[in-house]
């Protein structure tokens, strides 16, 4: 009978160490709190990277001493890269209670790295326009590429002091696609907007 009890108070007190919150797992759960409370499709990716990276740090700072006697510590030696692992620590265990947001984040980077690989290169035919300009570019494959110029962007100087003369130069443009409402054609539709004109 006594061994029985006795094996039954080791058996609860590992299920109690079992289910006893680490300190990974405060940390994990504070980050999901924090990566839950912004408003991730408002930022870049390397917006969310620096937010996430400076709170993490901060949470390394106030768990370091529970931390070491865990046996995890951030090698600040190793520079980015130290931080880097420590990240991946906390990415890992966060998957165990918020799975959804870090689907959001992958998907949101993604997107983002989509975005800024899309482009095309050409010689410019003509830039048109009163209100917004359109710029028409040749590409590589004899298609005419009709892209607009929103906002400010790098080159776009180079464009603004060339004027006329920039019909026929060479270039690599970099774009993202945009949907806006056609009051002409009473509906939404997508063009590519520029982000970067490069000269070749």
């Known amino acids: 009978m006594k061994k029985k009890i006795l094996l039954l108070c080791l058996a609860f ?26 408003d991730l499709k408002t930022l870049s990716s390397k917006e969310k990277n620096m937010e996430l990276g400076l709170y993490i740090i901060k ?3 106030k768990y370091e001493a529970k931390l070491k006697e865990e046996g995890i510590f951030m090698d600040l030696t190793k520079g980015k890269q130290g931080g880097a692992e420590f990240g991946e620590k906390i990415g890992v265990n966060m998957i165990k209670f918020c799975p959804d947001v870090l689907i959001a984040l992958a ?4 997107k983002s790295e989509e975005v800024t690989s899309a482009y095309l ?3 410019i035919k003509k830039i048109s326009g009163e209100e917004l ?11 005419t590429q009709k892209l607009i110029w929103l906002n400010n962007f790098e080159g776009s100087d180079e464009l603004i002091e060339l004027e006329k003369k920039a019909k026929g130069k060479s270039v690599k443009v970099s774009y993202e696609n945009i949907e806006y409402f ?13 982000t970067k004109v490069e000269f070749l």
């Open 13 to 38: 007190t590992g299920l109690i160490s079992f289910a006893q919150e680490t300190t990974l797992d405060k940390i994990s759960k504070e980050t999901c709190d924090y990566l839950s409370a912004l």
């Open 59 to 61: 949470l390394y700072t």
């Open 107 to 110: 998907s949101e980077d993604a």
């Open 121 to 123: 290169e050409g010689t």
């Open 133 to 143: 300009y359109t710029v028409e570019i040749k590409d590589t494959t004899g298609k």
């Open 182 to 194: 056609s009051p002409k054609l009473k509906e939404y539709i997508v063009r590519k907007k520029i």
